[in-house]
Each structure stands twice: as C-alpha cells, then as structure tokens.
C-alpha cells in the first residue's frame, strides 16, 4: 500500500505546531504589552485644535500665569478653559485681522463657543479634581510637563492608573512646596524624599488612604 | 548582591492588561471629547462647581421651599431649605421629584389650536377683540378657572381683571380641597378660619381619620414635629408623646400610633360623638361596642389629663359637621392649634362653572393649571360641557393634558423651575420662587396670561412679582430686601397671626352614615390627586403599607376580601351611585370591616408616555355630594385577574418581624436594652479594617420616627442616578432602588402595628459581599465604606446572592443607558443626571454607596482647607430629605457626633447581628409609649 504522507509531512506538522505555539505567545505578548503603549495611551499625541493656540508663545514667551485662562483650577474640579472674552481682552486689540484668530472672533460674534478639542482625557468613570491636587503640592508640570515649550499641546502622560497610582502610593517623590505649584521649570532637588515627607505633614496629607478605590471612583 | 530584579508586569497588572487589550481590540477607543468654554462666562459661576438657590416649588397652592443645587445652570437636586416653614429643611416625595418633571420629554412645547400647531400671535389676534367685546359688556361672560392659588402676584392681578371685567367670575378647583374643613370652621366659628394644629406642642394626640404624617402640603411641617416629640432617648425617658387613631382606612399616621382602632365611618362617628358627650357636650352618647369603649375611655381621660397639650384631628375628608364637632373638642382641651384668619376672597366653584358652560353663559374660559377634565367629580361630566360649549376656551399648563385637549386654544406653560412667582406656606409665610434655568421650550408664565387679560401685552412673571412686593416694601429699601428674601427663599415675618383661640359652638351631630359597605377615596401617597402621574420616580415609588408601584388597588381589610370571596389581584366591580369602576383587590390588614379604600389620580388618558392608562381612575365613581365617602358600595367580581405589583416581595429578610424590627414600649427598652453590652465581635476570615483611618462613617436610623413617607428613597434615587425600570421589570421581581422601607407586621392581625424600616446599604465591616468577588469590585475603603467599583465589576452577581440585607441592585438591563424605561432614554432625561455619580451601564452591579461623592466633595474641601472634615459637613442624600430627622449619618470615631450617641440608646441594635457582618448602618428599635390601660398580653 501506498504511503499517505510524503517524509516531509513530519517535518511540516512540527513546523506548524511549533508555528501555532509561537502565534500563541506572541500574540499574548503583544495583547499583554499593547494598552501600555503611547499607541493606547495617547501619550505624547498632538491633538489638532480649531485655534492655533501655542502654550510656547503665551506661556514661555509672554509669561502669561496658568491661571489667567485656566481660572477654576483652585477651586473647581475642573481646571478651566478661557471664555471668548478672556482671548478677547488681549486680541481685541493685537492681531486683530490675523487669520490664524478668525475662529475666535466669529466665536464672540455668534456668541458659540470655540469647541476645543480635549487633550488630557481620563475615562468617565474616574473623578478627577485639579483643585485638591494643585492646593497640596502637585504641580502643574507634573501631569501635564512642559507645556510652556508646546507649541501645539499633546498629552506628556500616559494617564493609565498605574500612572495616577504611582504618585498616590508615594506622593512624597513628587510634592513641591506652594510657590513652585505653577512654576514650569521645577525639578526635584537632591533630597526630594526628605523634602517630600516633610511636605506632606505641611499639606496634610493623609497618605493611608489614597489608594481608596472610592477616592477616584464613584 | 542586588536584589533579583521584580517582573516586569506583576501577575494583575498582566491580567489587567489581557483585559485592558481584548477591550479595545474589540471597541473603538475613548471618543474624541469637546470642551465647550463659555463665550462669557456669568459673574460668580464656577465651571464645575455647583451653585446652591433658594426657590419654592407649589404643592396644592402652597409653597414648599426648597434649596436646588445647579450645575453650569442646570439643576439636577432640590433639598428643603431650613428657613422655610413648610420644608423646614426637609422634603417630601413631590419635591424631590420636581426635577424629574422638569426635564419630562411629554412636556408641552407649542401653542396648540384645535389640536394643531400654533402661534402666539394667533392666539393673541384671536383673543384681544373677544376681551375688548367683553369689556364693553362689563365681563360678562368672561370666567376664570384655577387651582387653589396662594401666590400675591395671581390673586393682585386676578384683583386686576376685576377692574377690566367686573362682572368676571373666578372659579378654583382643587380634587384635594379644603371644602369641607372650610366648611367645618364656618359651622365651628362662624367664619372659615384657617385651623393649623400645632403638633410640636401636643404631648396627647387623637387622630379621627387625620393622616397628618401622610402625603400632603402640611407632611414636612409635621414630620418635624413628630420627630420633636417622638424621640425616645434614655435621658428624655417621658418626652414621647402619646398617639391614637382611630380610622376607617389605614394611614401612616394610624401606622405610627400606640394605640389604633379601626372604626367603619358610623363608627367612627359615633366615637367622636361620645367623646363629645364624654367632653360635657350634653349629647345623648351613642351606644359603643365594649372594645371601642374602652379606648374611648383610656383616650379620653389621657386627652383630659393633658389639657392643653392635647390634639384631636380630623382629615380634611371629614364632612363639615365633624370637622365642627372636632373644633368644639379641641377648644375644650385647650388644645395646640394656631387659628389663622380666612383667605380674604372664596372664589366660585367647580360646579357653577359647569352649570355657566351648559347654559351658555360662559363667552370666554381660561383655564389656569387645572385639569377638571380628568380630575372634577364624575356627576358634573366636565369633560362633556368643556366640549360642548361654544366659547373660546384657552388652557394653560406644563403639560398637554385631558383639559387640554378639550381647549380651543392650549398655551404652554413654564415648569415652576423656570418661573418667577410668590406662593405662601400653610401658615402664611410669603416666599418668592426664582427660576434656575431658562424655560427650556417656548413656554409662557401665568403672570403673562393674566396681564394679556388685562391688556397689558407682554408682562413677564418677573415684573409682576416685583410690582407686587414693591407696594409692600419701602422703596428706597426696596433692592436690599429683593436681594435678601430671594437669598433666603422667605419673606421675614410674613406669616399669618394666630388669632385668639375663638370659641367654638357645639354644632349639629353628623348625620348618621349609610350602613353597608363604603368607598373611600384618599389621595395618592405617589402621584397625589393625579398631577404627578407622569413622574417615573413616583409611579416607581413604593406606596407605604401596601408597597404596591404602578397603579392603584380596592384595598379592604383581608376578612371583607374573604366575605366577598375575594383574593389580591382580582379584579372587582365598585358600584357607586350608579356608575362603576373595575380594579384589582388587595387586601391589606387592619382595615376597618365594611369599608373599600381607593386612592384617586390613576387611570389617566393624556398624563404622557409614563402615566397613561395605569390603575382605576377613582374620579369617575365621585361625586359632588359625596367627593371623600360613597356609601352603598357594592362588589361584584369582574372574572378576571391582575397582577398587582409589590416592592419587597424580592427583597424579603430572613427571620421574624420582631427579631428584625424589634418593637417594645419604650419603658421595656430602657429596662432591658436590646445590646446590653458591646459583644467581643465573632473571630472572621477578614483583616480589620485600618484601626487609625481618620474617619469611621456610620448610620444609625431610628425606626420610631420613620414615617414611611418615601422621601429618602425618591431622595437616594436623585442624588445618585438611580433610573427606573419599569412595571414588566417589576413584575420580574427587579428594581433600582438603592434604599428601602420595609415594612414589617406587628400584632394580631386584626389590629396590626406596623412598621417602617428604611434599608440601605449596611456597609458591614466584614462584608459577605467582598470575598465573593472575582474582581474584587467589592472592596472596603479606609473610612469603612463598602465600595462598588463599577469599573471592575463584571456582573457575576456572587455578591448579590451572598449579601443577607439585599440591597444590591443588578442592572440586568441599560436602565440608564441605552435599554431606558419608555421614553425614559430622550436626550432631555438625561439633564438630570448628578454629574458627580456615575451612570451605571448594562451588567453591573450597584448600590448604596453612602453618597460617597458628598463625602470625598467635603473631604476635599477639607483638604484644601487644611482641616479635619467638621461633624455634620457630610449630610446623605436620605438623611437631608428625612421630615422626621430619623436618619443620621456621620464620624463613629467622634464620641460627641450624633450617630455616636444613638449608639447608646437602649434600643440601639445592628439588623442581623447575629451574622457577625458588624453593620455600619444600625437601627434604633421601634419604641411605643402605650397607655397601660390598653395594653393587653399578647397571644
């Protein structure tokens, strides 16, 4: 009788399992690896706006204060972005005619806001307050970097949990003291830690619990 | 050596990244967000910070006032404002559900004109030449229809009509009126005073079929007052007021008595009558049956002994005479009661606007936020006349109701969220309501229609109510005063003057009622006289006693059921006066014998997507000579069956109702409390929870002062976004609620002693629910909350099955999103959303989170502040509804805060202790104060 297979019909099979066993890992792998990705995370992607607004001109040229157009981030949740009147009480006078600003002025004069696109984006089901961080030590540049160097705004971080967890585990790495909050340079000296562990008795902050789920979600 | 270096993704960050993966492979992503800044922002707001106002909302006429938190000018919360002498700091189930209707995708939103769109300038070319004719003949013609109306601005410029057209007539009709108790006080005084029984100050109270503490204008004011004199504490051993009822159907307030009779109405009437006798009326005294007079005997002496501080009630279901007969009482006992002078004009009524319309005296009716078409007594046939009458008819109202439809013309009318207006308290107290959002339709206010009538085109309700308290205040103070009443919610020192107790005369007996059986109608505990109907939450809502949602059922005691051979869900004909009605029975015990009770405000045809077509209408069986009590009631089974749907039947407890609700005079608590002391806790498979967490939240609910009202659970339902699912869901044994009230049985059951027992989460420390979890969705904080992480939750149910209290809720549906209750899923909806809870999706599990989002809101005001979260910073959306002050929550860790006390009553015992679960949330038993006299040995 004939045989079915030729000889090398072995050396196939092998090749296929083998095959099959390496798809297997890889694919694990690449599923494994992939939501830590800036592909998923969004980190460092530039995010097109309706106005060519640049954080490098008005903030590293002109020294404008976070606060003049982010006005809530001390008291509210959420940080803030100008109303068309607050653009409009510099650029009611320069660069009047600019084409770069015609968005704005047709803002103010349909009386529709400008539909700025969101850079920094965390998932519904987390509730996050600028207010309570900026007013116990984190500092702007900390989650958002250098954005006086931006001249369009991308997202510095991943903003994954275990990116928020790495500070709420240990915020003592990260604090400044109240008047480096906005400061856009600041870099942690040499004895961060020591510094850091004092801050955190100067703001209070109860440690034991930041990891609480229900500090974020609710 | 270096330390062998840690994996690079430990075991859960793999498996959360596995998760993570499949995830997005299988969705598209976050979307894009937009961020939508102001193009001015308005002076004083805060993007994301809500804003707080003081504002009024009406309940039959009367104002409520109530403090509506907004977001970015969206109101999503109201809560009773402190001030206000008819909220006083709480809620009831109407006001909490305001909001709700407010957003109501059934809305009007166009003029409609014979049924078809619409416009303004029509309506006002086809209404001005009929008003100047009218005005040349005098006004005659010309007719008025409102409901009970309070408000200063309403009533000056119906005053103004009167000038336009003085031959005008003005008619109100309220399904839920004071007619009778009007009436009452004529008989009693001579003129219709305004009687208001001041609770707080009564130590002895005989309710005579009075449901104080049930749903109606006055429930906060008087759930306050009960909490004033029914808490039962150790170092205030004889501060509890003592309570009777006697009653026909069955109350709340009968519910919450020491000592309850069930009396038919002739009963009820001859009881009233011997204690008149026993008073030193000089009647000849009815005949009592031995039981009936022995209470008479306990309550009457008890009344005596605390002369001056004793109350006798009657419901304004009472007829006149009665009424009468309890006003004569109350004088004798020098009782609590403030008497109020008379509201200075009593317009006409319902009937003669029907007799006008069928006779054709009627050229022009405006019809202002009344529905008699649904709502009026069957034997005026309002509906017929409405739409057989030749005049021009124009209605104004929120929704395009049964009136509606039957008008010429139908105007759109602002919610009063969006409106300007002044209403006035059951005592008087002038209050002015500002809007909190701009009308969201193309909506006009009363105050326009009335100044259209009178000529002046284009008057807006926020003039009006300024011209009208400019006149009262001095000008030049005038702003200063605006800026404050409208900061506080309340007028100062607007309330009425209690008169000198006036002295009553001893009228006529009450006629003797009809025997046989008997029909009672009572407002509804949800949807009130049928105005609220179209309100998910309140149709979702579970009645107290009965816990039926979604409709309305014959309710008799069960022996009357079993005498017509009758079981729940039956559908029986009620034949009244010669008409009939068809509706399901439900026996309820403790009824009185003889004695059919029907809530009204079901059954409606054009209520809305949510309201229409649920439950009997009990209008069509009413009369205008018999509106509360249909003697000759007869039964006859209608061959078929209805499902009759319950809350709690899916929620049941384990155990019996003693052990669950213990209740005991107080006197048997104090000598033997219920936790004698604290017990070493059962050895557990948990950790503890962190011994020197900063905060332990608790909270302790006292049983005796819960009035099963539903204002916590409307309340809960607000606060955290908590959606409805529907009577086919209901029937299925689910619903959403995160907090119930339970109610257990006490006693024979021939006289039944109820109680309530409100049920949120228990936040055990060691919690069945957490080791269940595959996901560890169910976790503890520090501060001892139970958390639900509904971003882990992958709906096993695990810790539904192994949770004793069953509080958890399933979301076995997108209830909120996606899968919504009828119309429940229009965009508009959604405008009520808490933005600081989540909305949860389609296989998730939640519950009572303890309004986490309230405590982490204060904790970081607190930490922005650099100090400790003060006591009391932190109010549950439950405990700030609460009339009667039986919740309490806060900081287990403060000896001095209230829930640490109450931990030390003697009645103070944690709902299934005995599981070792160690409940955060306790109870404080049900206390009595029985009259010895009464008490007998129970079998």
Known sequence: ?218 | MTPPMPPLLGRRQAALGLLASALTLTSCGQPEEEILPYVNKPDGLTPGVSMRFATSLPMNGYARGVLATTYEGRPVKLEGNPRHPASQGATDVFTEAAILSLYDPDRSRSLRQEGRVGTWEGFEAALLPRLAAAEARGGEGVRLLTGRQTSATLLRLIGGLRERFPAMHWHVHEPVAETDARAGARLAFGTPLTVLPRLERARVILALDADPLGPGPEQIMHGRAFAAIRSARRDRPDSLARLYAVEPGFSTTGAKADHRLALAPAGLRDFALALAARLGAGLSAPDLPAPVARFLDAAAQDLEGARGAALVLAGPWAPPEMQALVHWINGRLEAPVDYLPPPPEQPEDLPALAGALRGGAVDTLVILDANPAYDAPADLDFAAALRETEAFTVHLGPWRDETAALCRWHLPQHHPLEDWADLRAPDGTASIAQPLIRPLYATRSAAWLLGLLRGRLSLDSYAAVRETWAAQWPAEAFEATWRRVLHDGVVPESAAQPLPPPAARLPEPPSAPQAGLTLLLRPDPTVWDGRYANNPWLQECPKPLTRQVWGNAALMAPGEAERHGLREGDVVQLHAGGRMLEAPVLPLPGMAAGVVMLSLGYGRRRAGAIGNAFGANAYVLRRGDALWTLPGLRLAPAGRREDILHLQEAHRLEGEAQELLPERPFADFLDHPLEPEPKEPPTSIFKPLEPDAPVAWGMVIDSTLCIGCNACVVACQAENNVPVVGPEEVAKGRDMHWLRIDTYWHGPEAAPRPGFQPVPCMHCETAPCEPVCPVAASVHDAEGLNVQVYNRCIGTRFCQGNCPYKVRRFNFHGYADGQEYANQGEPIVAAHYNPDVTVRSRGVMEKCTYCVQRISAARRQAEKEDRPIAEGEVRTACQSACPSRAIQFGDLRKAEAAVSRLRHEPQHYALLGHLGTRPRTTYLAQARNPNPALEEPEA
């Not at chain 1, 694919?27 to 494994?32: D, E, I, P």
């Not at chain 1, 400061?183 to 440690?207: C, F, K, S, V």
């Open chain 1, 1 to 218: 009788m004939a045989q079915h297979f030729p000889p090398s019909a072995d050396t196939i099979l092998r090749a296929v399992l083998a095959g099959a066993a390496l798809f297997v890992v890889a694919l694990l792998a690449v599923l494994l690896v992939r939501p830590y990705t800036a592909y998923s995370t969004s980190q460092d992607r530039i995010v097109e706006q309706p106005v060519q607004f640049s954080h490098a001109h008005h903030v590293g040229g002109l020294g404008l204060d976070c606060r003049y157009c982010h006005e809530s981030v001390e008291e509210s949740a959420f940080a803030g972005l100008p109303p068309t009147h607050t653009c409009m009480t510099c650029h009611s006078q320069l660069w009047t005619n600019a084409e770069m600003l015609a968005p704005v002025r047709r803002s103010l004069g349909e009386g529709k806001p400008i539909p700025w696109r969101r850079v920094n984006q965390v998932p519904d089901f987390v509730y996050f307050d600028h207010s309570v961080h900026v007013k116990n030590g984190v500092g702007c540049s900390t989650c958002h970097g250098p954005v006086h160097t931006m001249q369009q705004t991308w997202q510095d971080k991943p903003l994954t949990m275990q990116w928020c967890l790495d500070c709420h585990r240990d915020p003592a790495q990260f604090l400044r003291p109240e008047d480096k909050i906005l400061d856009m340079n600041w870099t942690p000296p040499a004895d961060q830690e020591e510094r850091g562990r004092r801050l955190i008795q100067h703001y209070l902050i109860e440690t034991k619990n930041l990891t609480d789920c229900s500090r974020c979600h609710r």
